[in-house]
């Protein structure tokens, strides 16, 4: 079975400055797509990243980059210059096909002013 | 504004009612999924709905039973429910996949959820 794990339950950053959040995943297949969502108390899933394992450029949004490390099945956030809306419930995703979606267990992000 | 439509957004029920949960989407998608999310917990995915037949059911028990009436609707009926059916429901779109033909790097599109209580 497919596995995402995120080994950080619960950060803190604070307030201008830049965090990184990890995820592992485990899989056999070379094509496949991993995605950071987040989930703030308003509790709507919003996307953030994605990245296609195909691409060794590692994918960038804003604030927001990954460090995708194929070889060590690595799929780090970076969040730059943190503000108060980041925070929020983040959780890693990895697509194969036949739709399913994989999630990790999430990390809670706390923003201190 | 989201784009995928829930509701109701609250719903409270004994565990004898019948209720229904629905979801709407206008972007063409043709994978529709249902997720039930537990407080601090990743969603589970219940079931996925690909070009309108049901294409996963990840074990879920009878009292759920999904409906795909056309491509923009997805329901999930709801009937004898547990105390421990208590939770976020979640339905998400998503551009699919056919079999063995992974299409393109679409992320799922996720609703508002219902939060449902069961009395």
């Known amino acids: 079975a497919q596995t995402v794990t995120q080994s950080q339950p619960e950060m803190s950053v604070q307030e201008a400055e830049t965090v990184t959040l990890s995820c592992t995943y485990d899989?056999?297949?070379?094509?496949?797509?991993l995605f950071w969502y987040k989930q703030p108390p308003s509790r709507q899933m919003i996307l953030v990243i994605r990245?296609?394992?195909?691409?060794?450029q590692n994918a960038t949004e804003n604030r927001f980059s990954v460090n995708f490390q194929k070889a060590a099945k690595s799929f780090s956030l970076k969040i730059s210059d943190s503000q108060l809306g980041d925070a929020a419930m983040y959780f890693c995703?990895?697509?194969?096909?036949?739709?399913?979606?994989?999630f990790g267990s999430g990390t809670k992000l706390n923003v201190k002013p | 504004d989201t784009e995928v439509t829930q509701t109701p957004k609250h719903l409270v029920m004994g565990m004898t009612n019948k209720k229904s949960l629905k979801c709407e989407q206008h972007m063409g998608h043709r994978a529709m999924y249902w997720y039930k999310q537990k407080a601090k917990k990743p969603p589970e995915l219940m079931f996925v709905y690909s070009y309108e037949k049901l294409s996963i059911n990840e074990s879920v028990p009878s009292r759920f039973s999904p409906e795909c009436p056309n491509s923009s609707l997805l329901n999930l009926h709801l009937h004898a429910l547990q105390p421990e059916d208590s939770a976020l429901y979640l339905c998400?779109?998503?551009?699919?996949?056919?079999?063995?033909?992974?299409?393109?790097?679409?992320?799922?599109?996720f609703g508002d959820g219902t939060r449902l209580s069961i009395l």
């Open positions: 899989t056999s297949e070379s094509d496949y797509y």
């Open positions: 998400a779109s998503s551009q699919g996949a056919v079999a063995g033909k992974l299409k393109g790097n679409q992320p799922q599109h």
């Open positions: 990245q296609e394992a195909y691409k060794q």
């Open positions: 995703a990895y697509r194969r096909h036949f739709n399913k979606f994989y």
